[in-house]
């Protein structure tokens, strides 16, 4: 039972505790996340790279008298918000947004780091909200040699302060009682630590009360933040004070964050005692090997090929697991319960064979967020960032985009919500555009199983082999390809000046592993559900489609012939004669189903491409989500029937053009296949997520129009260059 | 004043103290912003691997930043750490 539905029962038995709403406010990276989790035990992912919070992210504290209804906004630097993301935070304290302010602010500070995590809770104070702030990575603190006097900076400030420990869940009593308190009593806002030159002080004394207002407000009002508080007479004493300072609201702004950083250096050189010698020694040590010269793009180089040849050797194991679990076990369960008839077959040649192909692949997007969510939680991707900014700024993007495309290598979908960090607008649009062409799990699905069925298990060097390379040359035609793209798109519709890059390198820390554990709980579950959901109703329809009608005359010539191979052949030839009869009499009952008529409609528009019907009815069916394409295959195919064990892989080798015998799938073939699906944008639910993110149909129209010409002409290219080659 | 340049111009392991921050108002204040402002101490680290941006520490936090807003901002050399006290 959840807390919510607790409180709900004890509203409904007249028990009603009241509930307060609480913001948690911080920079990313400052361990805000970690105290969420720590206070709701709701979880959330905790991660390194500045940002990563995209979406705020809620939950109930259970107080001693009180519950605590907490949202967790985005990691942000400043009020004055730069990324649609820092503006969920602003929005949210001011007020400005959809929902009401809350009853107070939880800030999160990092000690070792206080002068400048002080800058975003000064804003916030002076908000005029209750405030309590919480000092986090207390440990490391006293690791460093660093000691920190609360009470004096609580007093310097005016706001109550606690140190937490929120792994180890300490300070949490004490946080309450701090929030208790700033709830308990009406709020006084604290008065302005910081001075301004005494030239803009004495204006501001000098007009703010000709406006009714507190020089606090006016001075929002002169630096152009609209926090609800500039009355008109205010703005009409605002452009005044501005004026005869010949300053405008940007430059006022800059006066005021010189102002707040003075003073909050002062303030720590106040409280902080710094016994020990370095802060950030071993991360520095670290990065002096990661990020040197000559080793650094080895080391990035090595974790991303150590990460791909995982992803393909690794998970055999449980591969086959699964295999032997969809393929043998639940289809002679089910061959054992059911009669045979349409019910087993919808059973067997649909639902298990199509699922079953798709769940097969759990293991490998697994292994896949494992690495990404470790990369993320030890401060690496931040660096690898680093590395990769002079390249990505070639192609007009920064080193900021380089994690949302290499999330989108996991789904293009968190990959495209992880854009809302970039605070440029072009830079973000363009890399939302190409972040579909970044081969994400559903794609390796594809990949996958035409690298086992048409490259060779040959070993190249050391553990590393062919079909592992053939993928790393997969991922690398979709890199090439979105770079290629985003330099296009960035000199014609998205064309502007480079936005700067100012991005912090967090320091490494070691990954969670409660929170790397959840996370891939989670994906697992959201990958089961979409095969459970999506996938279960394709693979039935694809099923249907592809065995009706059926046809009286081609059952009865298969009788026949089948009658004539058991009593006219010796008893040694008529098992590999039936099998033949077998694939013949099913490949004919596929041509003429629903599918095969469609598949045949479409023919023309993908024959140059050297496809036949059955791979246009893939086409056709991964239209829901690229995935599908396998369990139609599966389907189509007919794997996972009872009398039949082989493997999709031998399937698609045996399978021949019945009027030629040549066989259908040539390794040209798959290489158009798999080029195609390298660029095609077939997923639903990107589509979706970038209509949401653009806020207009526009760019997702545009991205699925420009990704299916690309895959098009990029399939067909290969086939003629495949073609004159040979 | 004699050791005037930009951040951009400093040599791996130079710190310097920052001076001012001369730059369009948009990117002066992200600069300001981020903690880089006048007096406080900076250390060049180092470029990164395949160039382009520089790493340099900020009173402890670790930065990235582009040639370019590096040369936006205007600082006083110390020297290489050692020679001029700069504790590590």
Redesign the interface.
């Known amino acids: 039972m959840t807390r919510n539905s607790v409180r709900l029962q004890a509203q409904n038995s007249g028990l009603v505790r009241p509930v307060r709403r609480i913001a948690l406010a911080g920079n990313p990276n400052s361990g805000k996340t970690t105290l969420f989790n720590a206070l709701t035990g709701l979880h959330q992912k905790v991660a390194n790279y500045p940002g990563v919070t995209v979406e705020h992210q809620t939950g109930l504290w259970s107080g001693t008298d009180c519950d605590y209804h907490i949202t967790d906004l985005p990691g942000s630097?400043?009020l004055?918000p730069?990324s649609p993301d820092e503006a969920i935070a602003s929005d949210w304290l001011s007020g400005c947004g959809k929902e009401p302010r809350p009853d107070a602010v939880i800030c999160v500070a990092d000690v070792?780091?206080l002068?400048?995590h002080l800058?975003l809770v000064g804003q916030i104070i002076d908000l005029g909200i209750p405030t309590v702030l919480a000092l986090t990575m207390g440990d490391e603190a006293e690791r460093i040699g660093l000691s920190m006097d609360t009470a004096r900076l609580s007093a310097h400030l005016s706001v109550p302060v606690v140190g937490v420990i929120a792994p180890q869940g300490r300070g949490l009593g004490e946080l309450e009682l701090a929030v208790r308190g700033v709830l308990a009593e009406p709020w006084e806002t604290p008065p302005r630590g910081y001075l301004l030159p005494p030239a803009f002080e004495n204006r501001l004394k000098e007009y703010a009360p000709k406006a009714g207002a507190s020089d606090r407000q006016a001075l929002f009002c002169v630096c152009g933040q609209h926090t609800g508080a500039c009355t008109d007479s205010l703005e009409k004493v605002a452009s005044q004070v501005r004026s005869e300072l010949g300053i405008?609201e940007?430059?006022a702004?800059?006066f005021v964050?010189?102002a707040r950083?003075?003073w909050h250096?002062e303030i720590c050189r106040d409280v902080e005692k710094r016994t020990g010698?370095?802060?950030?020694?071993w991360?520095?040590r670290l990065?002096d090997l990661l990020?040197?010269?000559?080793l650094?793009?080895v080391f990035l180089t090595a974790a991303l090929a150590i990460m791909f040849q995982a992803i393909f050797k690794w998970a055999e194991w449980p591969m086959g697991a699964i295999e032997t679990v969809t393929g043998e076990w639940l289809p002679g369960l089910a061959g054992r319960v059911l009669a045979p008839g349409p019910l087993l077959s919808l059973v067997n040649d649909g639902i298990f064979a199509g699922v079953g192909s798709v769940v097969v692949f759990l293991p490998q997007i697994l292994l896949l967020f494992l690495f990404l969510s470790i990369l993320e939680d030890t401060g690496y991707l931040?660096r690898a960032a680093?590395?990769?900014?002079?390249?990505m700024?070639r192609v007009g993007l920064s080193?900021r985009s380089f994690i949302p495309l290499l999330s989108s290598f996991a789904c293009a979908i968190p990959g495209i919500m992880a854009a809302r960090t970039i605070p440029h607008r072009r830079d973000r649009l363009a890399t939302i555009l190409v972040a579909p062409l970044m081969t994400c799990s559903a794609r390796l699905v594809i990949y996958t199983l035409l690298i086992a069925a048409f490259v060779p298990d040959q070993k190249l060097w050391g553990p590393f082999g062919l079909q592992g390379a053939s993928l790393l040359g997969l991922y690398l035609v979709g890199i090439v390809g979105a770079a290629l793209v985003a330099a296009i798109f960035r000199h014609t519709i998205l064309r502007g000046p480079?936005p700067?890059?100012?991005?912090?390198?967090?320091?490494y820390r070691r990954p969670r592993l409660r929170s790397t554990v959840l996370t891939l709980l989670q994906r697992a579950k959201t990958f089961l559900v979409s095969a459970g959901t999506i996938i279960f109703a394709a693979s039935i329809v694809l099923w249907g489609l592809s065995s009706y009608p059926r046809w009286s005359h081609i059952e009865e010539n298969y009788e026949a012939r089948r009658a004539a191979v058991l009593g006219l052949m010796a008893p040694a030839d008529q098992e590999v004669e039936m099998a033949k009869l077998d694939q013949e009499f099913a490949a004919e009952r596929l041509q003429h189903s629903f599918a095969g008529y469609i598949g045949r409609a479409m023919e023309p528009l993908i024959a140059p491409l050297g496809f036949d019907w059955k791979i246009g009815i893939g086409i056709l069916g991964s239209f829901a989500a690229r995935e599908v394409f396998v369990s139609t295959m599966g389907v189509v195919y007919g794997v996972g029937s009872t009398d039949d064990g082989a493997a999709l892989v031998d399937k698609l080798r045996a399978d021949r053009d019945p009027a030629t015998g040549r066989p259908i799938w040539t390794p040209l073939v798959a290489l158009s296949l798999l080029i195609f699906y390298a660029f095609a944008l077939q997923c639903i639910s990107t589509v979706a997520v970038i209509k949401r993110e653009t806020n207009s149909w526009r760019w997702p129209a545009f991205a699925f129009a420009y990704t299916g010409l690309l895959a098009y002409g990029a399939a067909f290219l290969t086939r003629q260059i495949g073609l004159w080659l040979s | 004043m004699a050791n005037l340049k930009t951040l951009a111009e400093l040599t791996p392991g130079e710190t310097a103290r920052v001076v001012e921050i001369v730059a369009a108002p948009h990117l002066a204040l992200s600069i300001l912003e981020i903690g880089i402002v006048k007096g406080v101490n900076v250390l060049h680290l180092r470029t990164a691997p395949l160039g382009g941006p520089i790493q340099v520490e900020v009173e402890g936090f670790l930065l990235s930043l582009r040639r370019d807003e590096a040369r936006a901002i205007l600082v006083e050399s110390n020297g290489k750490p050692g020679s001029e006290g700069w504790k590590r």
Do not use: H, K
């Open positions: 630097y400043s004055l730069r070792t780091n002068a400048r800058y405008d940007e430059t702004r800059r964050v010189e950083f003075n250096r010698t370095a802060r950030s020694g991360t520095r990065d990020l040197n010269r000559y650094g793009p931040a680093f590395i990769l900014d002079r390249i700024s080193g480079t700067p890059l100012l991005m912090e390198l967090p320091p």
